[in-house]
């Protein structure tokens, strides 16, 4: 409780000068954490991981709270994700960072012990990619705003939210260009907007400018703004340069302001096109959205372009990120000509069908050997 001086007709009328106002109580510990996040500008999903982490990490010591505990149950805890739970090693490190985050930034403690515990190694995952043939496969069994978006995920190397998070005003027909605006780790790029894409992606926008013109006369147009832009520029939010390329098809109340406003698509809408359309393709490969990007910095290299030009067009900022993807070129075990081919005279990769159906229907009696008579002496 604190005091507080009362108004002035109390004065007047004897009561007492002194007016007790109860204070606030102070935030609890995952809002100071979530106040730790926005101050330092971190991502919503950075957020949310670390806000999820640390309240697995209360519930598994019995809702103790952390600033009473130390290195050997945050060791404890670390050790059950590993063999309980048998998370990768990503997922512990991630447990990890939302724990320090949580003694160094919000609870402000020095916690030395903490740079002494043991960081799960992360082992090294070659990507899946598709061949141009598999591609072009899965993009056809795709129709609309699905295709449109694969078509860009696949010729622009986007990830999934990029591509969804797009704005009219990042689309360059003259440049033949996309900006890339807050991409992983906040930091904007260009990349190539593929020419395959221009005349559909110019007829969607003009269905989506139809929609936002509609959704003018009807009082609503509003879309979100990032950062504090929306107190800067009242009504930025309704402007056509601020929309979505890839909006939902369904609007919302935003409820602190009262805006009707329209989201963008959301990522499983997309992420669900894709699975169905690699299963009715038959790839025999798990095929998801990112698979796209793989398959477009790798055929970039497959085409010789440097390999600073691929990083960039990324947005990696270690090239060693990049070179990953010269480990499933054909310069490694796929360019390598085996021996048996020599001996059988089997067809070339070139020429090879894409899957193992294809494979199989390829398989003719004559390039088979003729089948022995049964006899009762082979018996």
């Known amino acids: ?8 007709w109390r004065q007047r009328c004897g009561c007492p000068t002194a007016l007790i106002v109860p204070s606030a109580p102070p935030p609890r510990l995952l ?13 919503c999903r950075t957020e949310k991981a670390y806000v999820g982490w640390i309240r697995r990490f209360i519930l598994f010591h019995a809702k103790r709270h952390p600033i009473e505990m130390g290195p050997a149950e945050i060791t404890r805890f670390l050790s059950a994700l590993a063999t309980e739970r048998n998370v990768s090693a990503s997922t512990q490190n ?6 320090l985050f949580l003694y160094r930034d919000v609870l402000d403690r020095d916690v030395p012990w903490l740079d002494e515990l043991v960081r799960a190694r992360r082992p090294t995952r070659l990507p899946v990619v598709l061949s141009r043939d598999e591609v072009g496969v899965v993009i056809r069994e795709l129709q609309g705003v699905h295709r449109l978006m694969a078509t860009l995920l696949y010729g622009a190397g986007l990830r999934l939210l990029e591509c969804a998070r797009l704005r009219v005003k990042d689309v360059d027909f003259g440049r ?14 260009l990349t190539v907007l593929p020419a395959t894409a221009l005349a559909p992606l110019a007829r969607h926008l003009l269905r989506v400018r139809h929609l936002h013109e509609a959704d003018l006369r009807a009082g609503a147009g509003w879309v979100e703004l990032p950062t504090a832009l929306a107190g800067k520029y009242p ?10 390329v890839f909006p939902a098809t369904r609007g919302y109340l935003h409820r602190e302001t009262g805006q009707q406003r329209r989201h963008h698509l ?8 894709v699975r169905g359309a690699a299963q009715r393709a038959a790839i025999p490969k798990r095929v998801t959205c990112h698979t796209f990007r793989h398959s477009f910095a790798t055929h970039l290299l497959e085409d010789r372009y440097d390999i600073r030009t691929v990083q960039t067009l990324l947005g990696h900022t270690d090239v060693r990120t990049t070179m990953i993807y010269t480990h499933v070129l054909n310069r490694g075990p796929a360019g390598v000509r085996s021996p048996a081919d ?11 069908p894409r899957g193992y159906l294809d494979h199989a229907r390829s398989v003719t009696t004559t390039s088979l050997p003729p089948p022995r008579a049964i006899t009762k002496e082979s018996r």
């Open 342 to 352: 020599v001996v059988f005279g089997a067809v070339t990769q070139s020429s090879a």
């Open 266 to 273: 959301h990522e499983s809408v997309l992420q669900r096109a």
């Open 235 to 244: 009504h930025a939010g309704r402007e056509w340069v601020w929309q979505w």
């Open 94 to 99: 991630q447990a990890l960072a939302a724990l």
């Open 31 to 43: 809002d100071r954490v979530r106040g730790a996040v926005r101050l330092r500008h971190l991502s």
């Open 1 to 8: 409780m604190k005091t507080g001086t009362a108004p002035r």
């Open 176 to 189: 033949s260009q996309i900006t890339v605006r807050g991409g992983k780790g906040d930091r904007d790029r």
